[in-house]
Each structure stands twice: as structure tokens, then as C-alpha cells.
């Protein structure tokens, strides 16, 4: 009884409704909102493109495009940075080398760690070590959906508005799986955030990119086109292409094909041991990597 009427008398006393709320409740929210987008806008001034890498779907070689575009692209004498936006499943860190990078103070803000050749890499990855997953804890039970996705783009705000990216050609934003997330993404990243998507050569991978697709054509984003990655197995012993797909449909997504890239073992080697794309050599993949980082600079024109 004693409890209830203390409960009841803080409800009274302490709680307001909303039509008690005048303007932000005094919190200034408002102000906070605009203060940020003027750090993040900032922060970016200098970077000329900025571009998205997803799919929609899971394990088709995201990462390991932006990565080695990247590579491919830092070659040419661009400047490059990534964003590693996939926070609870970090690739970037050990594909690029970073894991373990410190984050040391810059200029004005936080440096950004760097590939052996030069590429400026953000990753979670590169503070959470791989047994350990990254959580958002929430604040009200049963909400931590909600909460979740709140806090990732808050935390991607942050990262945008804390980072040093200086002078850039591109900054590449490696996404995590979902169509939805990838919406979401480029919601959150703005019009000026272009889109580069990548399959393989299935029917369930490319039906959900053309879910993708149909989400990301409804907003004000630039869809590039797309990569078709895995399109086929390169045999170093026969030097061939032979098929890894049996499917013999052509795409049908309704962007342009910026490229396709064989499924290497070398490159996936590469990856795990965060060897960099200069020591790919003269080699097969190399020349379709260089050739997709050919086709998505002439889409940036
Ligand atoms: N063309 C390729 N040749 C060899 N290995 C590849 C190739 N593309 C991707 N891989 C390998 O396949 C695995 C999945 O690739 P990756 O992590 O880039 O996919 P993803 O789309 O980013 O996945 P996620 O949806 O989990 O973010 C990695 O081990 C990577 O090294
Ligand atoms: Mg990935």
C-alpha cells in the first residue's frame, strides 16, 4: 500500500505528459541534431565521392570488393579511405591488416589507421577482438531492437563526425548484409552516397539484390550497377575460368554490370591474411579487379 502511494505520488509530481512538453522538453535535441550534421558534414568536405558497397545478401564478397577495389583504386594514385559499417561483423580489420591498430589522436580529430598502401581503414574489428561480439545494451527491456538500430547509426554518426578522412577521391562504406539495412544505410548516409552492389552467379542471391535494387530505386541514392562476383572458379593449374554456378540465366537486375570476378583461393588467402591487393602480382584476378575499379571510376564521372 505505502509502495502505491509513493509510486502514485511520483507519477504526480514527476512525471510529465505530453501535453505538459513544450518545444524539446528542454533537452535541446534540436541543436544537438543540427550540431552534429554540422560536425559529420564537416568532417567529409573533403572527400569527392562517396560510395556504398552492398548487396542485401550475405557472404557474396563485399568486404572483399571494397577492399581490393579499393586496392585497385589506391594503385591508380587515388586516395582512398573504407568505413567498415558492418560494426557486429567486422571484416575489414583483418582483411586489410588493421587489426590491433591503435587509435591515436590526429590534427583534430582521431587518425585513421592505414593499410601498408595507404588506404585509411575504420573498422571495429580493429578494437573488439573476434571473440568478442559488439552489444548495445538496452536501456528498457523488450526494446532492444529498437535500441540496436538506433544505436548503430548513432555510433556510424559518430565515427563519421570523430575520424580524420582528410582529402579523399572516395570514401567506400562496406555494408552489412539485409535489403532493409542497406535502405536503412542509405537513408542514413544521405543522396550524395552512391551505390555499388555485388552478387554471385545465383538465383537466390540475385533475387535478393533485386530486392535491393527495388528498395534502393524508390529513394534519391545513385545506384552505380553492380559486380558479379564468384562468376566462375579460376584454376591456377589450367590458368581457366571454369563454372562455380550452375545457373545460366543472365541478370536481370536493370543496372549495369560494372564487371564480374572469379572466385580466386589466392584472394581468399589474401584476405584472411590481410595480404594487400600490390601483391596480387600480374595475376588474373588482379586484371578484374582493375577492371571493375576501371568501370566504377568511369560511373563516378
Ligand atoms: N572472388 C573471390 N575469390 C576468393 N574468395 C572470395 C572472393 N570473394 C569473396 N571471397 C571470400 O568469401 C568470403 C566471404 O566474403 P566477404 O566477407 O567479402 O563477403 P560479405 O558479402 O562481405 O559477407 P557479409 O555479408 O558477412 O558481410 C571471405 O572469406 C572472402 O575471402
Ligand atoms: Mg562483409
Redo the contacts with the bound molecule.
Keep these: 500500500m505505502q509502495v502505491a502511494v509513493r509510486v502514485s505520488y511520483r507519477l504526480r509530481n514527476k512525471m510529465k505528459s505530453y501535453h505538459d512538453i513544450v518545444g524539446d522538453g528542454g533537452s535541446g535535441i534540436l541543436e544537438q541534431v543540427a550540431e552534429h550534421r554540422t560536425r559529420i558534414a564537416d568532417g567529409l568536405a573533403g572527400v569527392r565521392h562517396l560510395v556504398a558497397v552492398g ?1 542485401g ?11 581490393h577495389l579499393a586496392g585497385a583504386l589506391r594503385a591508380r594514385g587515388l586516395r582512398i579511405a573504407i568505413l567498415d559499417a ?1 560494426f557486429n ?1 567486422p ?1 575489414q580489420a583483418r ?1 586489410a591488416g588493421v587489426q590491433g591498430a591503435l587509435f591515436v589522436p590526429g590534427s583534430h580529430k582521431v587518425s585513421l589507421p592505414r593499410t601498408s598502401n595507404g588506404i585509411g581503414v575504420f573498422s571495429m574489428g580493429s578494437v573488439i577482438p573476434e571473440s568478442q561480439a559488439l552489444e548495445f545494451e538496452s536501456a528498457a527491456q523488450g526494446e532492444s531492437q529498437t535500441w540496436r538500430a538506433t544505436r548503430e547509426f548513432a555510433l556510424l554518426g559518430e565515427i563519421l563526425g570523430s575520424f580524420e578522412w582528410g582529402a579523399l577521391d572516395l570514401l567506400m562504406f ?4 539485409g535489403a532493409e539495412r542497406t535502405v536503412q544505410y542509405a537513408d542514413f548516409l544521405g543522396p550524395c552516397t552512391s551505390f555499388l552492389l ?1 552478387t554471385i552467379p545465383s538465383e537466390v542471391a540475385r533475387g535478393v539484390v533485386a530486392r535491393s535494387v527495388a528498395a534502393l530505386s524508390k529513394g534519391p541514392n545513385r545506384i552505380l550497377g553492380y559486380v558479379e ?2 562468376s566462375g572458379y ?1 584454376c591456377r593449374d589450367c590458368n581457366a575460368i571454369k563454372p562455380l554456378f550452375m545457373s545460366s540465366e543472365t541478370p536481370r537486375l536493370g543496372i549495369p554490370c560494372l564487371g564480374t ?8 588467402r ?3 591474411g590481410g595480404i594487400s591487393f600490390a601483391e596480387l602480382g600480374d595475376t588474373t ?1 588482379r586484371r578484374a579487379l582493375d577492371d571493375v575499379a576501371q568501370q566504377l571510376l568511369e560511373s563516378l564521372i
Design positions: 548487396s545478401k550475405g557472404g557474396v564478397g563485399k568486404s572483399t570488393l571494397t577492399l558492418d561483423g571484416s582483411m562496406d555494408l552489412p548484409p555485388v562476383n564468384m579460376y570476378v572469379p572466385f580466386d583461393p589466392e584472394l581468399a589474401f584476405c584472411d584476378i
